[in-house]
């Protein structure tokens, strides 16, 4: 491992807050270097919002820190501990195969973390290798920057080297590193582990930590943790709701996987939907539906309420009290989600203002959606553009009855058609990462090293509210399958 002033030419530019607060919250330790990296994939615009430098990004030097062979001056790498109920059931964890070597700070004064995920082995590896394959890190790289480029708040990918190793799963696999940048990786489940494993007062730190790096504004709040818990419900009610609107489905939403920030995390077996059905699962190990499309919601309620335990001990001095206070906060969850998802359902319906009869116009179309099994991206296209293809459901008379109560609730309102129109092309995506065409542009870099596929995919879904020509392809279904499509962890 090496470190050296060569790389400031990229614009590296790092502070380590993270590794200020008590060491019981982190390892130092350095990613393992591996024996040939390439560089796959380079997110140029992303590099450039950093104030990173994108063609020294290109360099054999700037590789060689994608891939953990150097770290660049400034960086403190380390492995953060936390804990976290996966599928309900409470274990301790930690970067088992993630190393955060710094947090960049922009031109601007933003501060990301850069964390490259698939580094090598740490003390909470738990017996993995921790290492990652190429398809796994690709597909995160394509879904991540899909979800930007829709509006909805994430990780976002930075770069993907290949290895030049291969690692052992069911099958040899060629391994691949990819750098991730986040607002922070502060998680319900870095809670959880300080509440259970530490005390008190390292506990008061992390929520300071919290508060300082992405709600300053509550520092002076008379209840700062009251307000810190407030404010990360907002975040992630705001957040699933724009999941739920877009038919995305994360599938493993466990505590360690939801932040403090109100990013999106984690993109092992997500996947977007095609026939709308709240009952729809990807995850090959979700075998119960616990993460579920239409569990999405309450599942983000449930965690909220995990993370509200662990503020107990900050909230009040009365642990009475404090539960109180706690119940009190997390009692108006699901109101707030359901304003989110109903904001963004009327403007995907090009409805301005908020009638009484909005949310049953809402759920009979969702149900005659379900009935007929519609796509539901396509659906949303279609009413966009008041075209009725796609679907048997545009030709059955409660559709008919249904479209005649929607065109008279436009007709309602003072803002003219062609603003409702407007309000809906902005609001419904022309594509989404359709689970067959990200499996091709993997199949094409896995099997066959060709990246084209994917560049194009990704130049595709970098405008989704574009409606061109050039999209309508990628709105295409795939062919009927014989079996249900399938997603893995990755890991």
Known sequence: MTMGTEHREAGWNFENSYARLPESFFTSTEPTPVRAPKLAVLNQPLAASLGLDAQALLSEEAVQVFAGNRVPEGASPLAQAYAGHQFGHFTKLGDGRAVLIGEQITPSGGRFDIQLKGSGRTPYSRGGDGRAALGPMLREYIISEAMHALGIPTTRSLAVVTTGERIVRETYLPGAILTRVAASHLRVGTFQYAAKWCSVEELRALADTA?????????????????????????????????????????????????????????????????????????????????????????????????????????????????????????????????????????????????????????????????????????????????????????????????????????????????????????????????????????????????????????????????????????????????????????
């Open 211 to 491: 508060i300082d790096r992405h709600y300053p504004d509550v520092t002076n709040a008379e209840n700062r943790y009251l307000a810190l818990l407030q404010e990360v419900l907002k975040r992630q009610a705001a957040l699933i709701a724009k999941w739920q609107l877009v038919g995305f489905i994360h599938g493993v939403m466990n505590t360690d996987n939801m932040t403090i920030s109100g990013e999106t995390i984690d993109y092992g077996p997500c996947a977007f939907m095609d026939t709308f059905d709240p009952a729809t699962v990807f995850s090959s190990i979700d075998v119960q539906g616990r993460y579920a499309y239409g569990n999405q919601p309450y599942i983000g309620g449930w965690n909220l309420a995990r993370f509200a335990e662990t503020l107990l001990p900050l909230l009040h001095e009365d642990e009475e009290r404090s539960v109180q206070i706690a119940q009190d906060a997390i009692s108006v969850y699901g109101d707030v989600y359901r304003e989110h998802w109903l904001t963004g359902m009327r403007a995907k319906l090009g409805l301005f203002h908020e009638e009484a009869e909005d949310e049953a116009l809402m759920e009979t179309l969702l149900s005659l959606m379900k009935e007929h099994r519609a796509d539901y991206t396509n659906t949303f296209r279609a009413l966009t553009f008041d075209t009725r293809e796609g679907s048997e459901m545009f030709g059955t008379p409660e559709f008919a009855k249904w479209h005649e109560q929607w065109q008279a609730r436009l007709g309602r309102q003072q803002e003219s058609k062609e603003d409702a129109h407007q309000l809906m092309r902005n609001s419904n995506p022309a594509v989404i990462p359709r689970n067959h065409r990200v499996e091709e542009a993997l199949e094409a870099a896995v099997e066959h090293g060709d990246l084209s596929v994917m560049e194009k995919l990704l130049a595709v879904l970098s405008a989704p509210y574009a409606h061109t020509p050039e999209q309508a392809e990628y709105a295409a279904l795939p062919e009927p399958a014989s079996s249900p499509y399938r997603t893995y962890c990755g890991t």
